[in-house]
């Protein structure tokens, strides 16, 4: 209940948020700020390389010290060459948009190295309790950066500078919670161990993490480049728009996650994986048919008579958000099951479609063309995932898997790593202390 209040509480942020940066800005200025807060939320995912998760997911065999120093370090490690690369390459990707623009780019890529290690900072405080600290921290990041651009229109003092840095200190916000979590576990423990448990978790999950980011964003990556400031605005507003279902589901899909990997009982899991599903299902087609509906005097009243002209791109989008909210629901499910080898494929088959479909359809039909896509992707994956959820190759062994022995049908390594954790469990009984002492201080700190 408390992480849905909060997914609901985040979109009502945005409410607030995007129709005051909608009417301050105008189409241009709205496309100028997504033409670099999208790019770099795919850069991210794509950094992250699925260690976040894999910190989460190994909490407990390894302790919360050594995922989280390993994972801040592969970050690091990694995110600092591709940044140099990004801080040259920059410019030319964005030719067509204005300096302002040009130099916050720049700037949001200098803090692309630390994104690896904040996230793992939220998934292993996620993984320990989906509760209000957590649902704080992770809301963190709106609520700063909603406040910020109430306050700068409320004074006018909201100008494309000003959104590109209130954007900025509002989406780093989490850094605060990963740099107190390090330094409770002072001294600096990456560990190589720790490091090759993590990483076949990891690899899986990055296929995933990263087709389903292309997937959702690559649209906007590809109109930034290939569309005017004003288009990509409108796209941009339709996005927005047709997102209203994911605060109403995302709160399942998190929830899910948590309780599916401490249930030991197979028959209390699937039928909770069920429920989960088709309350998903229910609510995202209701609230797609309420906006679809209503979508012209939506935008009008919301962002202006000026972004009117979204309504197209804004009705296609809606089916495909139909389609994402269920992927989500079934890939939490498989996350929480330990078999990420599912949702990385379904996320794989979503991506190649979006690179051809984009390809192909953007040069001609811009927007609606892009939005075309993305929902055609969203449809393949979530085919996908309902031909394998009726095989019975996937369906036994799920309900039959217990969350700290995943099943092996299509994911050996997930075996091996179990074998790895029983192995750590009975010979390494100072590492467990060192893990349940790092626990304790953790969780003293942040108040759990």
């Not at 979006?354 to 892009?370: D, F």
């Amino acid at each position: 209940m408390a992480s849905s209040v909060t997914s609901i509480g985040i979109y009502a942020l945005g409410l607030v948020t995007g129709p005051i940066i909608a009417h301050a800005l105008g189409p241009t200025g709205r496309g100028e700020l997504a033409a670099v807060v999208v790019p770099s939320a795919v850069l991210v995912w794509i950094l992250a390389f699925g260690m976040p998760l894999a910190a989460s997911y190994h909490l407990g065999a390894r302790s919360e010290s050594e995922v989280l120093w390993t994972a801040t370090a592969f970050g690091l490690v990694v995110g600092a060459p591709l940044a140099l690369v990004l801080w040259f390459a920059g410019p030319a990707y964005l030719s067509g948009h204005s300096p302002t623009t040009i130099l916050w780019a720049r700037v949001f890529i200098v803090a692309l190295p630390l994104s690896v290690g904040t996230q793992a900072a939220l998934e292993v405080l996620r993984r320990r309790s989906a509760g209000p600290t957590w649902n704080a921290w992770r809301a963190a990041p709106f609520a700063i950066t909603a406040l910020g651009l109430v306050v700068l229109a409320l004074t006018g003092r909201l100008t494309l500078a000003s959104a590109f840095a209130v954007s900025f200190v509002g989406s780093n916000s989490p850094a605060l919670l990963l740099a107190s979590r390090l330094w409770m576990s002072r001294p600096a423990r990456p560990s190589w161990a720790a490091f090759r448990l993590m990483l076949p978790y990891a690899w899986r999950t990055a296929a995933a993490s990263s087709a389903n980011s292309l997937t959702a964003r690559l649209d906007q990556v590809v109109l930034a480049g290939a569309v005017a400031p004003a288009q990509l605005g409108l796209y941009a507003v339709a996005v927005t728009a047709s997102s209203a279902s994911n605060p109403l589901t995302a709160g399942i899909s998190l929830a899910l996650f948590g309780t599916q990997r401490e249930d030991v009982e197979a028959g209390r899991r699937s039928a909770r994986f069920r429920r989960s599903v088709i309350a998903t299902g229910l609510v995202s087609c209701a609230t797609a048919v309420a906006i679809g509906a209503m979508a012209p005097l939506l935008l009008r009243v919301a962002f202006g008579s000026a972004f009117a002209a979204a309504t197209t791109p804004l009705r296609i989008l809606l089916a495909g958000q139909v389609a994402l909210d269920l992927i989500n629901a079934v890939s939490t499910g498989l996350y929480a099951a330990g078999r990420p080898g599912e949702a990385s494929r379904a996320a794989v088959l979503g991506g190649a479609v979006t690179v051809a479909g984009l390809v192909l359809l953007v040069p001609r039909w811009g927007i609606n063309g892009a939005a075309a896509v993305t929902t055609a992707a969203n449809a393949g994956q979530l085919a996908y995932l309902w031909v394998r959820l009726r095989s019975r190759r996937w369906s036994a062994p799920v309900s039959a898997t217990t969350p700290m022995s995943p099943s092996t049908t299509d994911d050996v390594e997930n075996q091996r790593s179990a074998a790895e954790r029983a192995l750590a469990h009975t010979s390494a009984g100072r590492e467990r202390t060192d893990a349940m002492v790092s626990r304790t201080a953790a969780e003293t700190a942040s108040g759990a």
